[in-house]
């Protein structure tokens, strides 16, 4: 029996992510779609729109989170991090007030910044703290050391823990042996990483 497999080049579901425009996160923007985790608007998925602090918890949320609290009573949350009254508002809301009762998303001067572009390294300890709260075992070693990227000492203080953990067991890649620690994340670069993080 002969098998010939395909690599995916295109999204079954959005137009804008297709074989000439980021086909490498075809595979991972239909998996988190299907999952439920990420949404597009009106058939596009808008692969090269940066992703917000609000949009990244929300991801991590529905994803690891939101099955055992999603009917928790939120009692405090960031003061710029407002419910409203669309679902949206009220889904942000509520996966931001369980990431800070967790102590996962932590803010900067009791703000949570959540409409502010996320940087990778900010994304990698939102990850890295989810993990470590879900008690999700990462055993892989990629015998990657985080020195051995090019830029590691652009990675403030805070987050190297985090990152060197992150890339030591193989969820979080360098590109070129680059972390890029201080950039910010696009919705396909989200849509990797997460997929990875995911099905680690």
Do not use: C
Request: charge should be positive.
């Amino acid at each position: 029996i002969t098998f010939d497999v395909k690599t995916k080049t295109a999204s079954a579901v959005f137009s804008d992510v297709n074989a000439k425009n980021y086909s490498w996160a075809s595979d991972s923007v239909d998996f988190l779609y299907y999952e439920g985790t990420a949404q597009g608007s009106n058939g596009k998925y808008n692969p090269s729109a940066n992703i917000t602090r609000r949009d990244f918890m929300l991801m991590l949320y529905r994803a690891f989170l939101a099955e055992d609290y999603g009917t928790f009573t939120v009692t405090s949350n960031f003061p710029d991090v407002v419910k409203g009254a669309d679902s949206y508002s009220k889904e942000i809301y509520q996966a931001v007030g369980v990431a800070k009762y967790l102590g996962i998303a932590q803010g900067t001067n009791n703000k949570f910044n959540p409409t502010s572009n996320i940087t990778r390294q900010e994304a990698m300890v939102l990850i890295y703290r989810t993990l470590e709260t879900i008690n999700k075992d990462l055993r892989t070693d990629s015998g990657v050391k985080l020195t051995s990227m090019k830029d590691y000492s652009k990675i403030s203080s805070w987050a190297t823990t985090a990152i060197s953990n992150l890339v030591g067991h193989g969820v979080i890649k360098g590109n070129n042996d680059n972390i890029k620690p201080l950039d910010p994340i696009s919705r396909a670069e989200m849509a990797a990483i997460l997929h990875r993080v995911i099905t680690y």
